[in-house]
């Protein structure tokens, strides 16, 4: 089975920083597209982070040049460092995972970790 887990979330002052972090746990030969996401409470969830064909990084307007993601393909983890905070970037964190290696059935297809809150205060 493939699981994906978030971690690193928590509270913090207005400018404060924290580090998301997200595993992928699925047998060796699967590898996949990793990006975050975060949901605000009674809205759709939205586009964080995550990278472009090429491996190139891509953000959300409202996060750039504050967030930074990283990735380890060959491990199948993901970190998200998350400067200068803003009240604005309160919200569940959550980490997506699609597949790459469709050719093999167990790897399986979009997966969503539980979600890691982060909850900035001014």
Known sequence: PVHVEESGGGSVQDGG????????SAEDVCKYDM????????????FVSG???IGGTT???S??????ISQDGAKNTMTLQMNN?????????YCKADSKTTWYP?????????G????VSS
Do not use: H, I, N
Not at 17 to 24: A, F, G, K, M, P
């Open 106 to 114: 167990t790897c399986g297809g979009r997966y969503w970790g539980q």
């Open 59 to 61: 953000y959300a307007k």
């Open 51 to 53: 990278f472009d064909s």
């Open 85 to 93: 905070l803003k009240p604005d970037d309160t919200a569940m964190y």
């Open 35 to 46: 990006s975050w996401y975060r949901q605000f409470p009674g809205k759709e969830r939205e």
């Open 116 to 119: 890691t809150q982060v909850t």
């Open 17 to 24: 920083s924290l580090t998301l972090s997200c595993t992928v």
């Open 63 to 68: 996060v750039e040049g504050r967030f930074t």
